[in-house]
């Protein structure tokens, strides 16, 4: 208004508009999010409602333009780049040099500022809010992240912009409970058997208490700073990039990422073998144990990943809250069967077998012993593996009181849950079957009746498996096609979504990149199924090879850059001691799974191994 000239402005009828709040901003930007199948990635929405200055068009041009540019997903990054915003790193760094009073430091920064050929206006706009910020005065112009009290938030959303957190220690505890009990509880049978009645119990229960006291030292990284009003960090990868930086974000990608591609491959094999359990069951039962029921297990592989390739190819099929509800369930109904089938046979038996060694010398030889140890340890570290998705967890936790002391309960919660339904598990499994105990209760043939509630047992594994594929491969999936998106922002087979009407309900949005290439992952994934047809040594391997790292070593190394602990002190030597033993551990029972592997290879012709 005030660049219009006084005769015009003196005949003009004037509006003064005030700037919308971020409340309502925010709100109308999540609904056209979930109506046009947008997803807004860690700060996103503060960002955008902080770069439309309270300006709803402006805010929706942004994100049109991001969509357009960057794909469906998009990060505070796109936005600021879309908007010609100034990441407030640079402005920072003029800030400090100004600070500093070195004439030749500020003068580099101001001409990288004009070789960048930013806005003086938009510059010392920024500065300007960043000088308020940090001297807490109250916020004037701009501002790219906004940094509240989270107990100071509006009644609808959070420090960050987001919707309000609701989770308390009871949800938490159940999405904890419910990540970690799946197919890998199974097998713990088999593990105590290798370990003995000494030895077994012992290890599961150390491995949960190094399992609960890592947690709580990576819920203490969800902030970055002030565990009250500190950054938030969303992901396990946002902690290690805010706490390690550098080189190390790198490294805990790719542990990241091979550990879910090893995932894929595992439940691929074993739902092909609960599918064939099924069959063979009933074919069990039918001819009363005579006919020895071989089969192929391809077939099953194949129609797995048929499965899995069109369930790929739904956006957001991580958001489904119903499909992890039934996983939920599927999961507790298949171990809760082994179980009872377990303290069944225990008492048909009438005694527990089993030894205090565990499997004997002559069922097996020295050297097999050892390896087979080593495997267990391989076993019991997979059923315990939950790390990768503590950081979301957490993120679901409203405050007050704290994140960090929100988690410390659910953890101890749910790891204590956890160890007694394993213990229940494993040590009644063992106590039926002893030397002889299966490599998964309900596949490897220990219980051949009730053969109907075997099948029962089996199907909702391979329902839980499906479901479970899809929600391990998300992060995946993500990585990549915002790689994609961002090398090559002008590629129209990568950004272009094309709306198929569907009769009755949204429109489709296809992207070309995405069918071809989630295609070609689970191809990819079924046909490595196909080569090493093996769950138990896959199992064993992954959790060997995810178990240091992402357990242990990140989440140790974060915590002392978070609170600060002096290299060599007590604490410091304390918390290395246990990353080394843990590292040990690791090393042993991937050893111990690689030979299985090479001993399985030995028997094993691709593609034309049976059952």
Known sequence: MLRIIEPLASRCAKFRFKPLSEE????????????EGLTLDGEALSTLSSISQGDLCRAITYLQGAARLFGSSISSEDLISVSGAIRQEVTEALYEACKSGDFDLANKEVNNIIAEGYPVSQILAQMGENTSAKNQLPHQVFSVSIDTNPQSGSKWFDDDGRPKRTGTVWTASAHIITAVIGSGVLSLAWAIGQLGWIAGPAVML??????????????????SGDPVNGKRNYTYMDAVRANLGGGKVKICGFVQYVNLFGVAIGYTIASSISMMAIKRSNCFHQSGGQDPCHMNAYPYMIAFGIAEILLSQIPGFDQLHWLSLVAAV???????????LGIGKVVENKRVMGSLTGISIGTVTQTQKIWRSFQ???DIAFAYSYSMILIEIQDTVKAPPTEAKTMKKATLISVAVTTLFYMFCGCFGYAAFGDLSPGNLLTGFGFYNPYWLLDIANAAMVIHLVGIYQFSCQPLYAFIEKEAAQRFPDSEFITKDIKIPIPGFRPYNLNLFRMIWRTLFVVLTTVISMLLPFFNDIVRLLGALGFWPLTVYFPVEMYIVQKKIRKWSTRWLCLQI???????????AAAGSVAGIVGDLKSIKPFQTSY
């Open 578 to 588: 246990l990353s080394v033993a843990c590292l040990i551990i690791s090393i042993a």
């Open 24 to 35: 309502i901003t925010s709100s109308r930007i999540l609904h056209i999010c979930n109506e």
């Open 376 to 378: 267990a340890l391989g």
């Open 206 to 223: 150390l491995f949960s208490l190094v399992t609960y006291y890592t947690s709580i030292l990576l819920s203490a990284c969800y902030r």
């Open 330 to 340: 599927m999961s507790f109904t298949y171990s809760s069967i082994g179980l009872g």
